[in-house]
């Protein structure tokens, strides 16, 4: 088992800057790979940004690449999420997920893959 928390929504204005947090605990934390996600209502969950049990390999989605930045701190057991340059349509509620299992460089883009998630922060951008 591993448990998710996410921390640091809010709300922020156009252009601004937001720090996302979140703490897995359950496992040695090098052994699993994290993911950011996002969702809005009626919408389905979609994809951020992940890095690979090493930190070494990241992914973003499109929309937020050059923008935003994912990385992991495997002494604190923290993965972040530093979002800059921040838009309305970034508005969602963040998810953080774990993945067990995969190499050391693995990365993973899909919701199916992830093991475990948190329950979610509110990221509000206004115009």
């Known amino acids: 088992q591993v448990q998710v928390v996410e921390s640091g929504g809010g709300l922020v204005q156009a252009g601004g800057s937001l720090r996302l947090s979140c703490a897995a605990s359950?496992?040695?934390?090098?052994?699993?790979?994290m993911g950011w996600f996002r969702q809005t209502p009626g919408k389905e969950r979609e994809f951020v940004a992940t890095?690979?049990?090493?930190?070494?390999?990241?992914r973003y989605a499109d929309s937020v690449a050059g923008r935003f930045t994912i990385s992991r701190d495997n002494v604190k057991n923290t993965v972040y999420l530093q979002m800059n340059s921040l838009k309305p349509e970034d508005t969602a509620v963040y998810y953080c997920a774990a993945r067990i299992g995969g190499g050391d460089t693995a990365i993973w883009a899909r919701t199916g893959s992830y093991d475990y998630w948190g329950q979610g922060t509110q990221v509000t951008v206004s115009s």
């Open positions: 359950g496992r040695t934390f090098s052994s699993v790979a």
């Open positions: 890095i690979s049990r090493s930190g070494g390999n990241v």
